[in-house]
């Protein structure tokens, strides 16, 4: 998992509600425990047609989505069923973040243990997103803070916790496989009764 501090890129808009895991990656690509791959499939049935050919028409398929790594999406992203694949192939795909101005619960505590920052912004600033596709902002994870490109920032809110394991690399098992040593000498210290 790749460390997030701060980053900058431009943005690709998805400006549709309600976006759900299945469209994300539809379930019969959910035959894999990888995450390698999974990209290829993500919104599958929205980019590419019946004969698996690209849908010129869709955002993520155009020119200009190329190298984008934030996607600001329409409200309620990532609702529905619980699939860790999800993220999975967000990030295969080469997204770092989403933004929008409300993710769902499951798919935001999914995203944040495998290195994909959802962030919740305000309606004025979603929606000046959402009229500039492709705009450059920046992300900075320490400071909680997006920066639109007129310059002004806007705060948002993550969990400590989570926010510590992006910033490192790391996901909660990682954290504690970290403090291995530290855990093995609380045990050793202890005197268990049987």
Not at 37 to 62: I, K, S, T, Y
Not at 101 to 114: Q, S, Y
């Amino acid at each position: 998992m790749d460390a997030i501090t701060s980053f900058a890129s431009r943005t690709v808009v998805l400006p549709r509600d309600n976006i759900d895991t299945d469209q994300i990656i539809p379930a019969r690509f959910l035959t894999t425990t990888g995450r390698e791959g999974l990209g290829q499939h993500a919104f599958a049935d929205w980019r590419f047609d019946r004969d698996g050919c690209p849908r010129a028409d869709f955002v993520l398929n155009e020119p200009a989505a190329a190298g984008c790594d934030i996607l600001v999406a329409g409200h309620n992203f990532g609702c529905g069923s619980s699939r860790e694949h999800a993220p999975w192939a967000l990030l295969d795909f080469g997204l770092r973040a989403i933004i929008s101005t409300g993710i769902a619960d499951i798919f935001r505590g999914n995203a944040l243990r495998n290195g994909l920052l959802p962030i919740v912004v305000d309606t004025d600033s979603h929606r000046e997103l959402l009229a500039a596709p492709g705009a450059e902002i920046t992300i900075d994870l320490d400071a909680c803070l997006v920066t639109l490109p007129g310059g002004r920032g806007v705060t948002f809110e993550i969990d400590a916790f989570a926010r510590y394991c992006l910033t490192q690399g790391i996901d909660p098992l990682g954290f504690l496989l970290d403090r291995m040593a530290d855990i093995t000498r609380y045990e050793e210290a202890r005197q268990w009764k049987h």
